[in-house]
């Protein structure tokens, strides 16, 4: 299968970035091996918009339906590798067509394997899981650094040294904070729209005649909207919030791994 933008890592950084990507046309796939560090969290309180703070299992729960609205998918694997495809295939080995002719995941930019045997093509990478690396080993041009922990060498709009690949968050090493993960995820999901050609100006939901009336073009990534659309689509935020916090999220508290019982 192919994928314009392949996300590994079902976290905060990773669920902004494949927001943003899907949400202006890109076709993302968010591959989630599990283990947010949000699910050992015992209460969120420094997110903005959330005052009193937010169940962190829910807050989690909400980005991903965020995401999939936005039109990603989401897929719980584990991603075992990513391999630079050449103009013949994957680096080394020739590479192939798909079986029934058509162009397979070799005709893009990467090649991905996951441990359920799944072989992927993506033009776009995005690394966000935590500090996990394994499957980056046969990118060359990766830079890893070990500060106690490791991370990924990457610019403030997360490119790394490979043209195509993204490191986001917290293996980015930006500071271990939610916010902080959410907003770097967004920035490198618009880079890559950037980086694609993609035209985008900002992603803004303004009033009728914002930019219309003032003889001004909407911008790509823009739209305007009238006062009937803007109260039905608040309702239905509003509908969809109450729902959401209803009831406590289901999902227990994690502890650190090495606290669990045997």
Known sequence: MEYDVLVVGGGVAGLSAGTFTA???????????????????????????????????????????????????????????????????????????????????????????????????????????????????????VDLLDRGKTFVDADERGRTGVDGLYAAGRLARKPHQAAVAAGHGAEVGVTILEDDDRPFYHDWVAPEGYFSDRDRPIPPGCEEIGEAERREREAASLEAMRDRFAESHPDDQETHPSLREE
């Open 23 to 141: 949400r202006h046309g890109l076709e993302t796939l968010v591959c989630d091996a599990g283990g947010s560090l949000l699910r050992r969290n015992a209460h969120l309180e420094n997110v903005p918009g959330f005052p009193a703070g937010v169940n962190s299992r829910q807050f989690l729960a909400l980005l991903g339906e965020q995401a999939e609205n936005a039109g990603a998918e989401r897929r719980e694997t584990r991603v075992t590798t990513v391999q630079p495809t050449t103009e013949d295939g994957p680096e080394g080995d020739g590479g192939s067509d798909g079986d029934d002719g058509s162009d397979g995941p070799d005709r893009r930019r990467f090649r991905i394997e996951t441990i359920d045997g799944d072989r992927l093509g993506a033009d776009y990478v995005v690394a966000a899981t935590k500090n996990a690396t394994g499957y980056l080993e046969e990118v060359d041009g």
